[in-house]
Antibody
Framework: QVQLVQSGAEVKKPGASVKVSCTAS????????LHWVRQAPGQGLEWMGW????????NFVQKFQGRVTMTRATSISTAYMELSGLRSDDTAVYYC??????????????WGQGTMVTVSS | EIVLTQSPGTLSLSPGERATLSCRAS???????LAWYQQKPGQAPRLLIY???NRATGIPDRFSGRGSGTDFTLTIRRLEPEDFAVYYC????????FGQGTKVEIK
């Protein structure tokens, strides 16, 4: 079945970097944009940006510019989100999610299970 | 950036009642690129509605969406026990933004 499986929980110190993976199965990886969304404890959903798995092109929310890198490895159908300069307010569950169609302007129909990233000294 | 404001923040209802959730955008959402998600504790969000009024695959017909421009509504016709959750709207016409969520709790 179509699914996205993410890497496991991480605990990082302030200033460190974290790299979260998202492995797709059950569909053509390069046919659908992937997005990254985070959710701080007890808070709402925050969209971070997207990657086009076909071209590798990316687009991020301005607040993450300079701190976030989104990449992919098409041979293993995996996308990565790396966040550097971690702060305590980066503590959140990070989700990857797929566009419903290949049209890019679409809702997110498949979500990963989430990766908890805790930033603590 | 399009800001989405959801109301009410919390809706206290009993099973079998009708739930009406609102999502208002700070500017017009192009082509009704508006979605609704349901999220339960410890779970990823689940797509309910896309294109303002289209039910996603496998979503029961007690869920319906309507609206255009800046005003959108999600209605749950008769609440089932499994419908008590947090609901988010999202626009995907101009970048992507989410509303702050509406919690539907058992009265």
């Amino acid at each position: 079945q179509v699914q996205l499986v993410q890497s496991g929980a991480e605990v990082k110190k302030p200033g460190a970097s974290v790299k979260v993976s998202c492995t797709a199965s059950g569909y053509t990886f390069t046919g659908y944009y992937l997005h990254w969304v985070r959710q701080a404890p007890g808070q709402g959903l925050e969209w971070m940006g997207w990657i086009n798995p076909n071209s590798g092109g990316t687009n991020f929310v301005q607040k993450f510019q300079g701190r976030v890198t989104m990449t992919r490895a098409t041979s293993i159908s995996t996308a990565y989100m790396e966040l550097s300069g971690l702060r305590s307010d980066d503590t959140a569950v990070y989700y990857c999610a797929r566009d419903r169609s290949g049209l890019h302007h679409d809702a997110f129909d498949i979500w990963g299970q989430g990766t908890m990233v805790t930033v603590s000294s | 950036e399009i800001v989405l404001t959801q109301s009410p923040g919390t809706l206290s209802l009993s099973p079998g009642e009708r739930a009406t959730l609102s999502c208002r955008a700070s500017q017009s959402v192009s082509s009704s690129y508006l979605a609704w998600y349901q999220q339960k504790p410890g779970q990823a969000p689940r797509l309910l509605i896309y294109g303002a009024s289209n039910r996603a695959t496998g979503i029961p017909d007690r869920f319906s969406g309507r609206g255009s421009g800046t005003d959108f509504t999600l209605t749950i016709r008769r609440l089932e026990p499994e419908d008590f959750a947090v609901y988010y709207c999202q626009q995907y016409g101009n970048s992507r933004t989410f509303g702050q969520g509406t919690k539907v709790e058992i009265k």
